[in-house]
């Protein structure tokens, strides 16, 4: 079963649960493994003495234009839908803008010269870990300055794990615009973390609306939970939506969140909550196979 | 002067702390660019003057009548998201990056490309000057464009009604959306909290913003929750030669004040919060 976590809003707590769930479902014996899809800024696995097993350069299209080449008919520049061409074709000058370019390669279809030769550009790494093991941790990790995370997530999910495990966790990026769905898209059931605030609430009110479209099975974990008010409950119950866990807000997991640790291994309040967790989805697991 | 607030990692107290500032400056331009998740519109409830459409791209559609199932989109398309079945090809719109190509490239014009323009972006005025925020619907694409589009508007205000400052509130990550909140302001704060992966996110996002050669800024918030990360995040500002222009305790009052719907500095103004938050203000703009 394919699990995603993740969040409208940022900063809920996706990856603590994440890491924490994946340890609970270890402890009970589960074959379970971890990628952290959120490559702009994965840290899912410092709370892992892992070692690094394997690791692929991720590359998408880009377009090398000779300038000698070109003919200037100007088919390249009407077929890019991003404006990532800039063509003065009086003072025979044509360049690629990278930073427009989605790597789509229209421009190479459309060039009848020769002048564009098909090259790529690397949008980063996806890295395979071996913990207890085996190989059940990964990360997507973006280069610094590229502007689309998609890509790499899509190459995250589909060359992380050689071996099929029981259970797969994604530690998704937050929003819910395009990298929010790229990882949800292929899960069989969401985790949406939130807190109990009005931001927390008004974002997981979205991610919610976009799940519904998507057609697809989610739970939620309340995070915080003590802090602010009970807006986010009463949304939840009015709506019928299902509670899968509250964390409570305490300073000592916060401190311990902090210092990299996994929480549940060193706070038993924790340790629970969590163990009920991967409970509830293992249940539901067994339930819809 | 534009400044952008940004973080890297999400929930670290950007939106708290933009909507202080936003309100510690007397006709503000306030920009949301969090576009996928805006908030601040919950705290201040802007009166809005006009409300805009944004198409976020376009989508491919076949007609399946049309389509003699050649096969040469579904080898054309980079994003992966055509797949012939039954003969015909099938879109996968969550794959489709809206390029193009299979509509321009079809024997048979079996193709079209669809607009998609649910997003909505709403300019205003709220009771410390002016509001600009976008709202992507949800699972459209393109947020980068968003922004893009709603700091155009947010300059041409700010120009009309003399606004001396703008405020953006900026997405979490290092990607489109943040580039385009980041490019061609005069300033940048980054806000981070004193966990490992916060350092580590604030580590990748001044790594971005050096990129663009920006006057660089960082808050720490919530120090009181980590004291030994927050000293190794602040000595590690100081190696960089990046200035630390607040160290703010963790407070739950900063949740009470959003419950409420104000600002920090408006539901504690004589607090020692608020007086953190204007002094970091105030070094950040002079």
């Known amino acids: ?289 | 002067m534009e400044i952008a607030v940004i973080s890297g990692k999400g929930g670290t107290g950007k939106s708290s702390i933009s909507a202080a500032f936003m309100s510690l400056v007397s006709n503000v331009m306030a920009v949301d660019c969090d576009v996928d998740a805006s908030n601040l519109y919950l705290l201040f409830h802007p009166f809005h003057d006009k409300e805009l459409v944004f198409v976020s791209g376009k989508h491919a559609k076949v007609d399946n009548e049309a389509c003699i199932g050649c096969g040469r989109c579904e080898e054309l398309c980079r994003f992966d998201a055509i797949e012939m079945t039954q003969g015909k090809a099938v879109i996968d719109e969550i794959s489709c990056d809206g390029c193009a190509l299979c509509y321009r490239i079809c024997p048979v014009d079996a193709i079209t490309m669809i607009p998609v323009d649910k997003s909505r972006m709403y300019i205003g005025t709220f009771r410390h000057g002016n509001m600009v925020y976008g709202r992507l619907a949800p699972g459209e694409e393109n947020s980068g464009k968003m922004v893009n589009q709603i700091r155009e508007i947010s300059k041409n205000i700010a120009k009309e009604k003399l606004c001396p400052v703008t405020i953006l509130d900026g997405p979490p990550g290092i990607g489109c959306p943040v580039l385009s909140t980041i490019t061609g302001v005069d300033k940048v704060v980054i806000v981070t909290e004193p966990t490992l992966s916060g350092f580590s996110d604030l580590k990748r996002a001044v790594e971005l913003v050096r990129q663009y050669s920006l006057p660089t800024y960082v808050i720490i918030n919530k120090c009181t929750l980590n004291q030994t990360v927050a000293r190794q995040v602040e000595d590690w500002c100081a190696q960089i030669n990046v200035p630390v222009v607040a160290l703010l305790p963790f407070s739950p009052e900063m949740v009470e004040a959003l419950v409420e719907g104000k600002t920090i500095v408006e539901y504690r103004p004589q607090s020692d919060m608020t007086n953190l938050l204007k002094k970091a203000l105030s070094e950040i703009l002079f």
């Not at chain 1, 207890?132 to 899509?154: D, F, W, Y």
């Not at chain 1, 985790?191 to 927390?200: D, N, R």
């Not at chain 1, 802090?227 to 939840?236: M, P, S």
Request: with cysteine; aromatic share 10%; net charge negative.
């Open chain 1, 1 to 289: 079963m394919k699990i995603a976590v993740a969040s409208g809003k940022g900063g809920t707590g996706k990856t603590f649960v994440a890491v924490n769930l994946f340890h609970s479902l270890k402890n009970k014996g589960k074959c379970v493994a971890l990628a952290d899809c959120d490559v702009e800024v994965p840290n899912a696995l410092a709370f892992f003495e892992a070692d690094l097993c394997n690791e692929i350069e991720v590359t998408e299209f880009r377009p090398i234009i000779h300038n000698d080449q070109c003919v200037f008919c100007g088919k390249c520049v009407e077929y890019c839908e991003y404006h990532a061409i800039f063509y003065m074709p009086s003072s025979r000058y044509i360049r690629l803008l990278n930073d427009l370019c989605h790597g789509c390669a229209a421009c190479s279809v459309a060039c009848e010269s020769g002048a564009i030769e098909n090259s790529s550009t690397v949008v980063g790494t996806v890295s395979s870990y071996k913990y207890q093991n085996s190989v059940c941790l990964a990360e997507g990790r973006m280069t610094t300055g590229h502007p689309s995370p998609v890509p790499l997530i899509k190459a995250t999910m589909k060359n992380a794990f050689q071996d099929q495990s029981e259970y797969e966790l994604y530690d998704s990026p937050p929003g819910t615009s395009c990298p929010f769905i790229q990882t949800v898209a292929k899960s069989d059931f969401v985790i949406l973390v939130t807190e109990p605030t009005p931001f927390g609430l008004s974002d997981l009110k979205q991610a919610i609306d976009t799940l519904l479209t998507m057609g697809k099975a989610f739970g939620v974990v309340i995070n915080r939970a003590g802090l602010g008010d009970r807006e986010v409950y009463d949304y939840l119950e009015r709506n019928g939506y299902t509670l899968l866990a509250e964390i409570p807000f305490e300073e000592e997991i916060a401190r311990l969140y902090s210092e990299g640790k996994v929480v549940s291994e060193h706070h038993e309040g924790a340790n629970r909550v969590f163990h009920s967790l991967a409970d509830k989805l293992i249940a539901y697991g067994n339930s819809s196979n």
